[in-house]
């Protein structure tokens, strides 16, 4: 059984910073590719940043290039999302999940495992 725990979310201040982390367990977490998204109510569930499983490539939406960056320690079996310049409308549940297998890397439909969420609110 493969789980996934976010964690490093809250509260904070537009402009300002948070790390999310993701720690995968109960399977070898270098065979998976994995990915951030994020969930404001009433909204879909949308892309935010992934990573292939050995960290040489990464993907951002447009919206975050620039100021979030995905990372992972395989030897930790974890992930991370830095978040810099943080907005007001970017206040979500932010979700990591786990891929086996990428080809557009920004679908919900091509992760395989999900964490609970982590709430982010950013403040006007």
């Known amino acids: 059984q493969v789980q996934l725990v976010e964690s490093g979310g809250g509260l904070v201040q537009a402009g300002g910073s948070l790390r999310l982390s993701c720690i995968v367990s109960?399977?070898?977490?270098?065979?998976?590719?994995m990915g951030w998204f994020r969930q404001a109510p009433g909204k879909e569930r949308l892309f935010v940043a992934a990573i292939t499983w050995s960290g040489a490539s990464t993907f951002y939406a447009d919206s975050v290039k620039g100021r979030f960056t995905i990372s992972r320690d395989n030897a930790k079996n974890t992930a991370y999302l830095q978040m810099n310049s943080l907005k007001p409308d970017e206040t979500a549940v932010y979700y990591c999940a786990a891929s086996t297998a990428l080809t557009t890397h920004d679908m919900t439909s091509e992760y395989n495992y999900w964490g609970q969420g982590t709430q982010v609110t950013v403040s006007s």
């Open positions: 109960g399977s070898p977490y270098r065979h998976y590719h």
